[in-house]
Structures are given as C-alpha cells and as structure tokens.
T-cell receptor
C-alpha cells in the first residue's frame, strides 16, 4: 500500500539557518509528490510539486525539494529560514493510475524557529 | 480566483446531533475532495467528486457520513448521529482534472468540529 513517512515529528532551527525536512514514500510507480504547509488552525498551502522531469523543483517562499528515486525520498530544503516559516509541513503522494486522485499524507513535521 | 471556501469554520455540537458542512471550490475546478485531519496527523482522504459524480469513498467514511455535490459546484458533508470520535478538522480541496491539468489540490481553511 502507498504510504508516506516523515521521520521527524518536530524540528527546531535558528532563524537564518538552513533547513531540510525529510520525506520517504512507498509507491509502486513514479508518484506525484507534493509539499504543503499548514499554519495553526489553517488549511494547507501548496509549496511545490513534482510530476516528472527535473528532479530538483522550486517552490514558493524560497523552498525547494529534490526527488531521489533510488532513495524513495522527496526532501524539502530552504537555505535560510525566516521566523514566518514556523508551521507544520506535510509531504504527500498522489496516485497516478486510473481515476483516483486523492493524496496520501505523512504525519507532518512541526517546524519551530528560534530567534 | 477566490480560493476554496468552507462554512462554518467552527462547529460545536452535542453527541448524537447531525451536522452539515459546506465547501465551495475554486470555480473552474471539476474535482472536489473531502479529508479529515485529527490532532497530530496528516489529512486522511474521505471521498471525492468529479463534477457531480462521487467516484471514490474511503473506508473511513462510515454509514453516518454522506457527501453530495448536486450540481457539480459546491458540496456538502453531513455527519449523522455524531460521536466524540468525529471531532476533527474537515478539509475540502479542489483541483482541475483534464488534459494538461497539473493535478495539484487547493485546500480550504477547514471546518473544525467539536463533539461534546
């Protein structure tokens, strides 16, 4: 069965430091991959997506992610974190075949930013 | 593009009552999804529509849950005889499904349900 694992429940980084959030997926073929961000009490905002092609994708707010097929990973990175990046981050995989379209989410990683 | 909207934003109800939530998707989007999110978890898929047709339902969607999208525009999610375990954030998302579409889903702000 398809699944998404985000190994880190909570990460704290200092403002200005670099960030990497890990995501591993289990899927029988090349999936569609997404990163979403959720601020407290809010819905999810799409940061970036990977469908095919270049394995390094750029997103909004200075985030990027790299798809590594050999490692079944899609890690999210940002070179310099801002205090406003504090939120919860979710990795998701989308099913490609047939008419299905729902996303399967990881449990999320909560990011705290120290001043 | 006004985004996905959901009403109400918060709902407190007593166990055993029925509740209904509404979702208005982005206007040109033909796919609409419902997810449920509990504390400390990622969203879990409940059901989705393509236009007015309900194409898939998760095993999480018990008989007490029903969703409709009568004219292929807004959707409602009803929970009958609510239980405390139904307390969660209910998220709606929409996407455009068609040739050349990019499949990403856009989420609304959610409806937080508390069952007392």
């Amino acid at each position: 069965a398809q699944s998404v694992t985000q190994p880190d429940i909570h990460i704290t980084v200092s403002e200005g430091a670099s960030l990497e959030l890990r995501c591993n997926y289990s899927y029988g073929a090349t999936p569609y991959l997404f990163w979403y961000v959720q601020s407290p009490g809010q819905g999810l905002q799409l940061l970036l997506k990977y469908f095919s092609g270049d394995t390094l994708v750029q997103g909004i707010k200075g985030f990027e992610a790299e798809f590594k097929r050999s490692q079944s990973s899609f890690n999210l990175r940002k070179p310099s974190v801002h205090w406003s990046d504090a939120a919860e981050y979710f990795c998701a995989v989308g099913r490609v075949r047939g008419s299905q379209g729902n996303l399967i989410f990881g449990k999320g990683t909560k990011l705290s930013v120290k001043p | 593009d006004t985004g996905v909207s959901q009403n109400p934003r918060h709902k407190i109800t007593k166990r055993g009552q029925n509740v209904t939530f509404r979702c208005d998707p982005i206007s040109e989007h033909n796919r609409l999804y419902w997810y449920r999110q509990t504390l400390g978890q990622g969203p879990e898929f409940l059901t989705y529509f393509q236009n007015e047709a309900q194409l898939e339902k998760s095993r999480l969607l018990s008989d007490r849950f029903s969703a409709e999208r009568p004219k292929g525009s807004f959707s409602t999610l009803e929970i009958q005889r609510t239980e405390q375990g139904d307390s969660a954030m209910y998220l709606c998302a929409s996407s455009l499904r068609g040739e050349g579409s990019s499949y990403e889903q856009y989420f609304g702000p959610g409806t937080r349900l508390t069952v007392t």
